[in-house]
């Protein structure tokens, strides 16, 4: 390979050293026709600039560096049968564009494999030159775009792999990006259906607490239901609902010109690998949109390239611009459940209990994108977080208590106690697998007085102090002295306990024991 530095040698060798074109090809080891060739060009550049004072153009030709022109060089590898198979391969490539199967095309690549397969040896080098000789590609040139503040603000969605629970998921990112200030804002969601996707748009007008002009989006289906003709859309209702709504306007990239958005296109790749990279590990969607929600406040808050203010700085600009938004809008898809023997209505294959009392009524159910609200007669009796699984049971102990105090022995396998809180499940393990009876008793009075648990825990550390066993009657008795302030005035610190049994116990006695009213009243046979 001839360079710059070879090209300089053998043109000072000749005129400086006045050494002849056989000496310095032996000298070199370059052959004579080429040091005769550049040696020839610079006389002729040297005439040129003679004639024409200097050009840059002369200049440039003087001292240029060599090149060779193997535009018309054969490929010899390349066999008539092989051309016929790949004019073959580009055909069929042709075809699946036509039938709308873009995806599915043979890159180069795959040809090259294919004539391997087939017993050919052939370099993937020389199989590309050859596709590119026969199908040139048209390079697509670009305009660029000028956007006014609040007009514009674009939509995507990114995939993002993360550890919920010790467990490897795979969720959907919604990212939106402002054309004219690239202020991202983006959510973490459970699935890319029409509840998330309206969810995510909910979110971000509450988030910025204005409507933009116009929304740009890419053929996603919960937005584009057909095409209509070559051009045309035919979109779906609830994308039209939510647009009404909010009273903003929809632009549609080109099929498979994602450029058409290219802010959010960069931004799904940006925000992903700013907030995944290092931090991949979550208990649940509220810490992984928390911590989101932290590293997208720093990356606004970043100065631009080449320009001296941050993405929100001119977020801020674009406020005052933006439509006032209304109030949040909502939207579930509503239907009437029969709840089962279990006392659960089976939502999209996975169950959800209700309070016992409704076993085999109908009740009205509100699917949200990331809860479940069950109704009776207008009133909301249960609320679960949703689940996407299949099959699963979330279940609320509390809607079992009348169940559980007639069948005691049940407690212990249930599903119920298993998806409880951990405080109540660890209180029962310790103190009352024993006694299942006493255990529903503490959660119905949990359940009425709605007692917190840390009173509970307190309660029963001061009867451990004491050194007696774990009771519901104990524990009741030690919350109702802190709530009695005169027999806590009355009864010392150590001894309140013991004091207060007493006092059941004698009330309880007393009532066996007839006075003497009821004898002369005839009590005793009555």
């Not at 030709?61 to 092989?82: A, F, G, K, Q, V």
């Not at 514009?152 to 550890?163: A, N, Q, S």
């Not at 795979?170 to 991202?184: D, I, Q, W």
């Not at 549609?252 to 290092?278: D, I, L, Q, T």
Request: net charge positive.
């Amino acid at each position: 390979m001839m360079t710059l530095n070879n090209k300089q040698e053998m043109i000072l060798r000749y005129y400086r050293d006045k050494q002849s074109i056989r000496y310095i090809s032996r000298e070199t080891g370059i052959s004579r026709p080429t040091v005769k060739k550049y040696v020839c060009d610079y006389e002729s550049a040297l005439e040129k600039a003679g004639i024409h004072k200097t050009s840059p153009e002369i200049i440039s030709e003087i001292s240029s560096t060599p090149t060779y022109d193997s535009s018309n060089r054969r490929l010899r590898l390349l066999t008539p049968e092989i051309e016929v198979l790949i004019h073959g391969f580009l055909t069929e490539n042709h075809k699946k564009r036509l039938m709308g199967q873009q995806k599915q095309q043979m890159k180069r690549i795959d040809i090259h494999e294919a004539l391997l397969s087939a017993g050919h040896k052939i370099s993937y080098s020389t199989v590309c030159e050859w596709i590119k000789r026969i199908e040139p590609v048209l390079k697509e040139t670009y305009i660029r775009q000028r956007y006014k503040p609040g007009e514009e603000t674009e939509f995507d969605w990114g995939k993002v792999k993360l550890y919920i629970g010790g467990q490897l998921r795979t969720l959907p990112m919604a990212v939106f990006t402002s054309a004219y200030s690239n202020y991202r804002y983006a959510v973490v969601l459970p699935k890319e259906d029409m509840a998330c996707f309206i969810e995510a748009h909910i979110r971000y007008i509450t988030h910025t607490g204005g409507v933009y002009k116009r929304f740009v989006y890419d053929n996603l289906k919960t937005a584009v239901k057909r095409f209509v003709g070559l051009n045309d859309r035919e979109l779906t209702d609830d994308f039209l609902k939510m647009s009404l709504y909010y009273c903003f306007g929809s632009r549609f990239c080109n099929v498979a010109r994602g450029n058409e958005k290219g802010h959010v296109e960069r931004s799904v790749e940006y925000v992903r690998r700013k907030a995944f990279c290092r931090h991949d590990e979550f208990g649940d969607l509220d810490q992984v949109n928390a911590h989101l929600n932290d590293v997208l406040n720093d990356l606004n808050q970043r100065e631009l390239s080449g320009r001296d203010c941050s993405s929100l700085d001119l977020h801020q600009e674009e406020l005052p611009l933006l439509k006032a938004a209304p109030a949040a809008y909502e939207y579930a898809e509503c239907d009437y459940y029969r709840v089962d023997k279990y006392a659960t209505v089976s939502v999209k294959t996975n169950h959800y209990s209700v309070p016992e009392y409704l076993n085999r009524k109908k009740v009205f159910v509100k699917i949200f994108a990331t809860r479940i609200l069950i109704y009776d007669d207008r009133k909301v009796v249960a609320a679960h977080q949703r689940n996407y699984g299949a099959g699963q049971w979330i279940i609320e102990i509390n809607h079992y208590l009348k169940t559980l105090s007639r069948k005691p022995g049940a407690l212990s396998g249930s599903e119920a106690l298993n998806q409880s809180n951990p405080e109540i499940r660890n209180i029962y393990e310790q103190y009352f697998v024993e006694k299942p009876r006493d255990f529903v008793e503490l959660l119905q009075y949990i359940n009425e007085t709605a007692i917190t648990m840390d009173s509970i825990e307190a309660a029963i550390s001061k009867l451990r102090q004491l050194h007696t066993e774990i009771t519901f009657d104990k524990i009741k008795a030690v919350l109702t002295s802190k709530t009695d302030k005169t027999s806590a005035c009355s009864v010392p610190d150590k001894v309140d306990v013991i004091a207060i049994f007493c006092q059941q116990q004698l009330q309880a006695l007393s009532g066996l024991i007839p006075d003497q009213n009821q004898f002369k009243s005839g009590g005793l046979n009555s």
